[in-house]
Nanobody, 124 residues
Framework: QVQLVESGGGLVQAGGSLRLSCAAS????????KGWFRQAPGKEREFVAA????????TYADSVKGRFTISRDNAKNTVYLQMNSLKPEDTAVYYC?????????????????WGQGTQVTVSS
């Protein structure tokens, strides 16, 4: 069983940046695709970004493409989400997660494990 803990959220003005981190423990996540999804109040969960388990191929939601960057550090068992040019509509709780083994989670339904989330609030 993997435990995932997100950090790095906070309050930022529109146009600002945040870097989210997701530390995994319990088992290695190197053989698992990893990603982020978010949920704003009153809205459904929304896929944000994913990185493949093997060749670092990345996938992004259209709403964040060009502004967010997902990366991983297998040695640290950690996944990151660099968020630039933040907008008020990016306000949400952000969750990191993994797919099942050898599956990259490019849809919310693909996530098999996820953490407790970290709040990101972007003020206008």
């Amino acid at each position: 069983q993997v435990q995932l803990v997100e950090s790095g959220g906070g309050l930022v003005q529109a146009g600002g940046s945040l870097r989210l981190s997701c530390a995994a423990s319990g088992r290695t996540i190197s053989g698992y695709g990893k990603g982020w999804f978010r949920q704003a109040p009153g809205k459904e969960r929304e896929f944000v970004a994913a990185i493949s388990w093997n060749d670092d191929t990345t996938t992004y939601a259209d709403s964040v493409k060009g502004r967010f960057t997902i990366s991983r550090d297998n040695a640290k068992n950690t996944v990151y989400l660099q968020m630039n040019s933040l907008k008020p509509e990016d306000t949400a709780v952000y969750y990191c997660g993994t797919g099942t083994r050898f599956v990259t989670p490019t849809r919310v339904a693909d996530f098999a494990s996820w953490g407790q989330g970290t709040q990101v609030t972007v003020s206008s």
